[in-house]
């Protein structure tokens, strides 16, 4: 079999591609990785074969346009666990359909793109394209081929659950008035092809779920649960990672993601370090060299690196203080530790709510965030029975589901089902 992977230019997009994509080759399928060519260097370190389509420019020339600062756009790319009133109007859907349109999906997915991933699809000739939530070169490229085709989720399925109700609400609306933008600029990419729109280019054939049960969406789609394998690049583990902590370890991240969208992080480290050095724990901060220098002298107890693989501190910590990016989000589930998120876009709001909901972390936004009610929830995560108890149960569920290894027959199975003969 020949499977084909998708991605945009982001490192934590792709490393959530990576042990699916090395468990297809041990099995002895063939696996191309196709991105942007910005991307290249990354998937090659990871000892996959890269297929460069496209370039950056159209996404580059939106954030140059935008001041590379999402948030007077914020409202539309929060997606919470229970929307309200005004999250459900037609208005409302329509709107966060044409926002995730022009400004996520078109800009990630250009035409230089589309043309180049068609191209090497028809030579290539994959049987299954894997691709990530916002790589719609992926599907594009599946209907030009015949191939079967999924996404894999990196969190719960915010987009499929806002396709879903747009898609309600839609039906409401009389026929003269309705929109649908998404339908609108995938269909029109595809009659570039010589391909009609249908819906399953949006949500895929079926869908690769690595997270635990409790926090999925059903949204009436095949789905297929996969247990989350953690890829955290070249790593390197300091002999310090070996020493058990003498006080409770709390490890502290905003991860790259809100400096990259937003030009600057979305809260203030030093306001963070301030209410974390009066607790007798011990805070392991990621900061790079910039942040370090505007920082000056840190609190005793916070010690601070520029990298490190969270696969091998998290289970030696007792919390971790967070951002809501995925891969630090589904890394701490696998471990079983009590997470404070600090959420401000896209799903990161829905995931600290589930975890609030379900006992195993603390939704404290960061717009509303203050220093006494930081040090208190990381004090009752690293001291309450019930949330530790939380936290396992999830770490449980994700354990209990087949492994990137283990789903490779399932994904045989659905290929040969959905691709075209």
């Keep these: 079999m020949r499977v084909l992977l998708t991605s945009l230019a982001h490192n934590t997009h792709y490393y959530s591609l990576v042990p699916l994509a090395w468990a297809l080759r041990a099995a002895g399928h063939e696996v191309r990785v196709a991105s942007p060519p910005s991307l290249t260097d990354v998937i090659t370190s990871t000892g996959l074969t890269a297929v460069p389509v496209g370039d950056d420019r159209p996404a580059a020339e939106l954030l140059a346009e935008m001041g590379s600062d999402l948030v007077p756009y914020q409202r539309g790319f929060e997606f919470g666990e229970v929307e309200s009133e005004e999250e459900t109007t037609w208005e409302y859907l329509l709107g966060q359909q044409s926002m995730m349109a022009a400004l996520c999906f078109a800009p990630f997915n250009g035409a230089a793109t589309m043309d180049e991933i068609v191209d090497f699809a028809r030579g290539w000739r994959p049987d299954l394209v894997v691709w990530e939530p916002w790589t719609y070169a992926g599907p594009v490229a599946a209907r030009a081929c015949g191939a079967a085709h999924a996404r ?21 609306v009389p026929e003269e008035l309705r929109e649908d933008p998404i339908a609108e600029w995938l269909g029109w990419t595809l009659d570039r092809y010589g391909y009609a729109f249908d819906e399953r280019d949006v949500l895929g054939h079926w869908v690769i779920d690595p997270g635990p049960r409790s926090t999925r969406l059903d949204l009436g789609q095949t789905m297929v649960p996969m247990c989350y394998v953690p890829y955290n690049g070249r790593s390197v583990i300091e002999p310090w990672l070996a020493k058990k902590p003498d006080r409770p370890r709390v490890c502290l991240t905003l991860g790259v993601s809100a400096r990259e969208t937003y030009g600057r992080d979305a809260v203030s480290y030093s306001e963070l370090l301030e209410a974390l050095g009066r607790l007798d724990i011990e805070v392991v901060a990621t900061l790079d060299a910039s942040q370090r220098e505007r920082l000056g002298v840190l609190p005793d107890n916070v010690v601070p690196v520029d990298f490190v693989p969270l696969d091998a501190l998290l289970p030696s910590c007792a919390a971790i203080i967070h951002h809501g990016g995925a891969g630090t989000w589904s890394t701490a589930l696998l471990h079983g530790v009590p997470q404070i998120l600090l959420p401000s876009l896209w799903d990161a709001p829905l995931k600290a709510q589930q975890l609030q909901r379900l006992s195993a972390g603390f939704d404290l936004p960061a717009a509303t965030l203050t220093a006494r009610g930081l040090a208190d929830a990381v004090h009752t995560a690293v001291h309450d029975p019930a949330i530790k108890a939380g936290a396992r149960r999830l770490s449980e569920e994700m354990l209990a589901d087949p492994t990137p290894a283990g789903i490779v027959p399932t994904l045989e199975r659905l290929t040969a089902l959905h691709r075209a003969t």
């Excluded at 894999?152 to 409401?172: H, K, M, N, T």
């Design 152 to 172: 894999i989720l990196w969190g719960p399925d915010a987009i499929g659950r806002s396709r879903r109700r747009f898609l309600a609400a839609l039906e409401q």
